[in-house]
């Protein structure tokens, strides 16, 4: 199978493409390796990609038209996978732009590269801030979500409208996943983790928002991979939507397309996440204690019914288990000795 990953050098496409490549698969690996976070962490990700025969890279915006189509066209993908994104929600506050030409014009430029290739399944990834004011939980995927919190939210809400359309017009099966607070080993340093971790390692303070009453819907990336390989052969059919116990399907009545979150509906608090961190560094965090940020909510939780019924899985990996891989991978990898 021929898979084109945007998005390769990131916290998640690297994880992909590793897993695929391990598989057999060929993998040609597309991203603009933007400063938005160290780049050298992004490099050292493809590095190992790179390790691969089954691997090509494309270093390119998403923004540059023909470049992304003529990557696209020289793989011949059986199946795209379109991870990159500009991500953060606390950076949308600072640097909108960046977001409405990655996400939104970067995303028209793959869905009109995708129309022309025709792959067999195209793959879009959302994400749980979608359901913005939603205060019914757990989200479910036939939940609306209108009412987004950031611009970040509204982008990737425009970019799962954007995929639908061109699904209905030219027949393109697509599955857009909503991800649920991913983490674990290669994560990115703007994630609360990884900043976390670092600050206790060296005895810093961490700022701990909404005065620790938040609560996230944790996903270990081990099991985020999982569940987009298993969502790969899972091709939507107009007019042939599954039975979900308890719930609805999210097939469109007029295209080859649906929404399904990823996450194993399992919220963890934040202070019980900290303790975690603690138990697994092996030292107290100094708590600095604020109040919400702009365009936090208080609470994601994933309804995974959908999921479960799609591929007979969830994420399962607990949070102990997957901070405390973190840490060995942190230690491995910014700590001599």
Request: with cysteine.
């Amino acid at each position: 199978m021929r898979v084109f990953i945007t998005g390769s050098a990131g916290f998640i496409g690297f994880h992909l493409a590793r897993r695929l490549l391990d598989s057999g698969h060929l993998v040609a690996g597309y991203d603009g390796m933007t400063p938005y976070y160290d780049v050298s962490l992004k490099r050292k990700r493809h590095a190992i990609l790179a390790r691969s025969n089954g691997f090509r890279a494309h270093e390119a915006l998403l923004e540059d038209k023909d470049a992304l189509t003529r990557a696209v066209a020289d793989c011949e993908p059986d199946v795209i996978v379109h991870l990159a994104a500009q991500a953060g929600v606390r950076y949308s506050l600072e640097h909108p732009e960046t977001y409405a030409s990655a996400n939104l014009t970067g995303t028209f430029n793959l869905l009109e590269a995708a129309r022309e290739a025709k792959p067999a399944h195209l793959l879009v990834a959302s994400t749980s801030s979608v359901y913005g004011g939603n205060q019914k939980m757990p989200f479910r995927e036939t939940d609306a979500a209108d009412h987004p919190l950031t611009l970040y939210a509204a982008t990737k809400k425009a970019g799962e409208a954007m995929s639908h359309s061109y699904a209905h017009l030219w027949e393109l099966p697509t599955t857009c996943f909503r991800f649920f607070t991913v983490y674990g080993p290669w994560g990115r340093p703007d994630m609360a983790l990884f900043k976390f971790v670092s600050a206790v390692e060296r005895g810093a303070p961490i700022d701990v928002y909404g005065e620790g009453r938040m609560r996230r819907d944790f996903t270990y990336i081990d099991d985020l991979v999982e569940a987009i390989v298993r969502l790969i052969p899972v091709t939507p059919r107009k007019g042939e939507p599954v039975a979900v116990e308890g719930a609805v399907d999210s097939l469109s009545p007029v295209a080859p397309w649906r929404v399904v979150n990823i996450g194993g509906g399992q919220p963890v608090g934040l202070l019980p996440f900290i303790e975690t961190i603690e138990r697994c560094v092996g030292k107290p965090a100094i708590r600095n204690m604020l109040p919400m940020q702009k365009g936090d909510v208080v609470e994601t939780f994933a309804d995974a019914s959908l999921l479960r019924t799609l591929t007979g899985y969830v994420p399962e990996t607990t949070v102990e288990d997957g901070v405390r891989a973190f840490v060995e991978w942190y230690r491995s990898e910014y700590r001599a000795g």
